[in-house]
């Protein structure tokens, strides 16, 4: 049953993500700069590539190589570093926020 609806359940939390991040951006009166956008782009782009590999040409072989491993790999190597890209980000907001809380606690 899983196998059935993980597909939607992830596209609908890929699109929602989607959604509150535009939302928060439209809404904010806080300037986002263009790198902010990087992660979310290059996420975008590799569910593409995800989804670009059809189920039948994936043998799950690990001896065998076919065409879908050169792109597969690549999309696992966007996605993390997207992921790593986000952290990065996160950890830096963070940052500037509680220095400026101590700023104005001061």
Known sequence: ?????????????FGAGWWFWV??????????????YLPGIFASI?????????KDDIDYSPYDEGEWSVLMVNSLLLTHSTVAEAVHDSAVNLEILLAAYMALRN
Do not use: E, K, Q, T
């Open 23 to 36: 939302d928060a951006v439209v809404c904010s009166s806080v300037n986002i700069s263009f790198v902010h």
């Open 46 to 54: 590799a569910a593409l590539m995800f989804n670009c590999v059809r």
């Open 1 to 13: 049953m899983w196998a059935i609806f993980s597909p939607g359940v992830a596209g609908a939390v």
